[in-house]
């Protein structure tokens, strides 16, 4: 029997005794506390880790955490949409996203020239700026070779950054492989067509991708999920994992639920039922928005895995 | 002042009755009326209609109603994920799903070959008739050329159905393009790849579909969308409208709220701001499960464009 | 083994229809015909119904289906909140809610003295009304006897309007007992506050009223709940139903979720841990706003019940 | 222009730094630090802090940690129902509750005599431990007056107790009045009812107690509230402070959202239509299980009045 504990306020309390002291809370903390420990098993347990976000996320400030966490070998295989690809490169190259309102005046905004995302707002220039980065990219790919498999492009791309908070740039010098489903779906889709109108045997090779995702991690592998938010993303990263076998540790966090029959809302459960999480598996799912909920779980983890002296944070 | 008015039921009633009394009741059944309004608007001015789903509502019994309203031209270009495909070939091939429930046991499911999408089953068995029927089509694709873009394909596929309550079928014979931003993600993906191992050259060309989704229609059509469900279907589908000048008149259906900053979440005035919806437009936004909201709007609305003539719905 | 069915529109076709044919589609509108069958089932069985609601409800022109539904005997017991009441009585009083928007500009509505509850407006006027109205209610109460328990109070107030479509009318007129266990909690209750301030032997005596709500029904009596929304309306109901030996039916009908502990959320499974519904009961649990789902499920049962020759629908 | 800053980890990092950081990262982490300002703005101005919650959230571990912040001198006035007196009650006298899982089997809890809130577990033998305690309560109560106002009445039974970590220990000594709108909607209901039957001329006023809430601050207080989760208690406090002139400052906390026109949902700015808080008031809403929310944004706060000697923390 375990037994709920009364929470208490220590000055100067850290994150790592908070998040504890909430595994003894209810509901959601409780929560919380179960996807630390599954992120510090798969870690244990030396398991490959997908590890899926959208792009939303790579807009607000989760994405130097995620650069720090690739760095931290915390990830192995990353699968996400378009949007932060694009992003991450403006910002690579010196591009801020400002703080706004949910209720902003939205008439307004566009007459600006500035696009929102919830709280947050990206400018037109920021847009103008990837154009101009992406079109050299793009070309320096052609010249390369005409064929690109998407994670092969990604990685190409990734090294032609300079910023240590980006992910594309720790996950080109990490050797993890990102993968896009959907690549067409942003601006860098409009710039692609582009760039083959001009060059019509300029090809990006989605098929050639599956044979990359499935080959990253083998059946044999441990494998384990961070899947924040729904959609593609972690569809794509589930699915490569069914047929290598199925995944042994789950974390998902998210705000959907099942009701509707969503991807997004999918439960571990039934994941189950299709074999991409294994029966006797470890998982945790926590509902809430991830830019609170995915910072407290991988802190407390973290802190735990230093302990250890399973990760180097040097 | 438009007021409160009491709703009654009478013996008999229709939907159309229904739904019009909803629009003085309150919260989302007004909602509903205006969705129902602008989608007779849309159909009534001409505009172009970017109908979007998801792949769970083709699972459901939604798939007919879909095919339905392709007959009666209710839909000019679509976007949806691979999993809308695959299960609209199935079904096209004999396939039955099997109502069951939310709360299942998924271990015993997955021993018994079942796989769960919410309180709906689909067994193993249909994904293996995919298979033998998935092969055949991409041997005939590649005898006919080498690189396909999505949409291209689809048609085709859709040619070669013989169901007229396919998607697929109804789409082909009506000239609507179907879009698939993630092409890979799913069964379909593993056997492009598999094709793709044997035959090097067979390539499916993404960007090339970017090409065709923004000449399905032009900066001069007045558009509307339709969006059920959000991910990527919704988004590719105002992405390519925002660069063709933007939408005239937007239904949006969701569970999604934007308190996270997703796109399935994303609201018709957030999209103002970035020019994909003018400012100028007419919006509706309906919360709750599409297989009860949609069919409600969608029959008001076709009952309306039915009694003006403006379907035909012989 | 039940199968999905594709769902198609027909001209002119009926809400009985319409939900009949969403019992083979999938998600929510599998949920929705369960509650029908269910409420049939509880009407069928004879049991007691316990009728739940919140006061946005009456805000919205369900409350005039609320009505009809009393007159038509499909509720024997009701548990809800004080602006239910209220709200009832200016209505019975000729005042009109608007129908506004959920984007209204609040602080210029504050200015024009009009209320907001999501995208309907009541005005201070209205409020107004109400005072005027209940003092002398109070008033007529008050020389009766000193000591009220709530639902005799409300009965009296009840036979005091004059209106087929007020919930309270209809509620005194069919013997169908009204229980408001947080009745201060609105206009109503300053209007008492201010009525014992001069009057200092009035008394509102909500012990008595758990005397009554426990002697609505008896251990012996099926009994069936259909609630819509949370919070103390379902609540109360749930738990002298609990006293009472369980309930044999339960509907809910919210849009809550059970992640975060509250009661408005807890699934009709939770319900059954503590004896308040029993273990082999008939359950149906239906999320969405109640402005669309609770119409099409009545209405559904209406029309069998109707067919079935149990209810008089002269 | 505020812009969106790169979230990192640092070694041992404190529950303060964390939130700060993620003033700048996005959604959801950005009102979260909003609702921490809001907080410490409010107890700088020396408004009268009104402090809501729903009874799950005493079931939890927040319990201890609501009695600290009443010690810490961060409420003035609470409402809440009338499940967080009796576990209050239940915690105090010794009983434990006891981490369970959402999943359970109900009907097997059912029948060891646990009932289940979410992932906790009450067993019947708290409810008996509560029986025998109250029972005495009544008794004692009932000889020093025969009429309660509710307030008065928790005052009383806060006095009785000798724990902490007790909310109604705390508020009791430190002069904060409990409210209680729906004091009959629970165990304590019950047995209110049992012991009028014995006790016919006892009473429970909760008429008197609205003057109470109305006299617990004046027009010329500055006021805030602090409303975790809704309901009753949150709608009782902003209605009693609407009375009182409107708030000055006002976080919610919910996982509500207001498309069904719910109270629970109600935003801040429709409470502004309503002059329930004022026209320029300080507000801040965050979205998610207040498990985690509420210890992050008001650890947050605390520090920083501990910083500046605004709370004793000794």
New interface residues.
Partial sequence: ?????????T??????D?VK??S?????????EKASQTIIKMKESGAKIFFTF????V???????F??LIKLKMADVIVT?VGSIEEDIMRAYGE????GE???D??E??EKG???????LITNKSYEKFENVIRGMLQKLYEKQK?WAVSDMLKEIGLMLEDN?SILYQAARNNVPIFC??????AL??H??MF??KNPD??????????NI?SSTSIDDRKGIIAL????SK??AI?SCL?NGGLDYAVYMT????????????TT??A????KIK?NSDVATV???????F??A??RA??EL?RKGIIN?K
């Fill in positions: 029997m375990v037994y709920v504990k009364d929470l208490k306020w000055k100067g309390m850290s994150v790592d908070l002291g909430m003894s809370v209810g509901f959601q903390s409780i929560e919380l959208t792009s939303n996320m807009t607000s400030g989760l994405r130097g955490f650069s720090q949409t801020q996203f400002i703080i949910f209720n902003a939205d008439i905004l566009h500035t696009n929102r995302i919830g709280n947050l064929r908070d489903p959907a690549i067409t779906d942003g889709g409009f692609l067509f083959q109108q300029f090809i990006v090779d989605v098929v050639k991708d599956f044979s499935l938010g729904g959609g593609v569809h794509h699915l047929i705000t959907s639920r099942e009701f509707s029959g969503s991807m997004s809302g999918a459960r039934e189950k039922s299709w074999g029966d509902i809430g928005d991830v830019t609170i909920t910072p407290l991988m802190v973290l802190e230093s944070d």
